[in-house]
């Protein structure tokens, strides 16, 4: 629902140029340092293919950012996606061709697997929410994120996050108002903290208000909420929510989500199933790099 970031594919990929820099100095150094001491040991003028292979299924997600590493390293790579961006790929399957520089191959691989096995895995691990709740008769639950990410890697988490067909929430604290237990108490109670957000941030692109009882749930809504969070409740209770609210609001329901309880959540009608686990709890998805030389085609697994 947010609006600060557009994810259009210029947007993206400008985010991606900036991330793979930051990530290729971390590994290389500075530019008048030494550089990858290993990948000098070849010869400059050698060329060499790779291919990167997935060695469990997967959702393809971080093309931009893996395409950016190498580029900025050799600005004349050739890149053969056979799995779209998105797409499911299987294991052992051969997702990626490259053709370029030896020494920019080497250098750039780990940065290009990193973003890889990170962003397929939120890509991932969204997909199988996404279907759980697909799965569901009448349901219309959104799977949405949280602020639960890697420092410096939010956007690319959430692009993620969206590549697997999940929602996001907010970007940062500074696009949208999402008003907890403490603010409640802050400001004086419901009413107080709803009124004082309508002035103090009129241009937020929503305003939502946490709530742990229906009681609460209730003022929330004579006090004109248009977006609640229902936090930690019951399956009963959240069928007693989506009743009392009738369709006034939009309902969003956090805490004690995972794969054995999402569909029962998803059942009792809510709107959207925030999870932090899709980008806080990720396992890397497994991908290798397997280089051979122009002359020989003979591959070896790289490291």
Not at 10 to 31: F, N
Not at 102 to 110: I, K, N, P, V
Not at 252 to 270: H, K, Q, W
Not at 282 to 296: H, L, N, Q, T, Y
Request: with cysteine; hydrophobic share 45%.
């Amino acid at each position: 629902m947010s609006t600060i970031f557009d994810f259009s594919p210029t947007s993206v990929a400008a985010l991606a140029q900036a991330d793979a820099a930051l990530a290729l100095q971390e590994d290389v150094g500075p530019a008048d340092g030494a550089g990858d001491l290993t990948a000098n040991l070849i010869d400059p003028q050698r060329r060499a293919r790779a291919t990167v292979l997935a060695r469990e299924s997967a959702v393809i997600c971080g093309a931009p950012w893996a395409e950016a590493a190498l580029k900025q390293l050799d600005s004349s790579v050739q890149i053969t996606w056979h799995v779209a961006e998105g797409q499911l790929c299987v294991p052992d399957q051969v997702v990626l061709e490259i053709q370029g520089s030896a020494r920019a191959l080497l250098t750039a691989e780990r940065t290009a697997l990193n973003f890889l096995q990170l962003l397929s895995a939120v890509a991932t691990k969204t997909h199988t929410y996404v279907q759980a709740v697909a799965e569901v008769p009448g349901a219309r639950a959104h799977i949405v994120d949280t602020r639960k990410t890697v420092p410096g890697l939010r956007l690319a988490q959430k692009y993620a996050v969206r590549t697997g067909g999940g929602t996001n929430h907010r970007i940062g604290l500074y696009d949208a108002v999402l008003i907890k237990e403490n603010h409640i108490a802050a400001a004086g109670g419901v009413a107080s903290v709803l009124q004082r957000a309508a002035q103090v941030a009129p241009t937020a692109s929503f305003v939502e208000i946490e709530i742990e009882t229906l009681a609460q749930l209730k003022e929330a809504l004579e006090s004109g909420a248009k977006m609640v969070l229902l936090d930690n409740m019951s399956l009963a209770q959240l069928r007693e929510a989506v009743l009392l609210n009738a369709g006034r609001a939009i309902l969003e329901v956090s805490g004690g989500v995972n794969l054995l309880t999402v569909r029962a959540i998803a059942a009792t009608g809510v709107d959207r199933i925030s999870i932090g686990t899709l980008t806080k709890d990720v396992k890397a998805i497994d991908f290798s790099m397997r280089f051979a030389s122009e002359a020989s085609q003979s591959y070896t697994d790289s490291y």
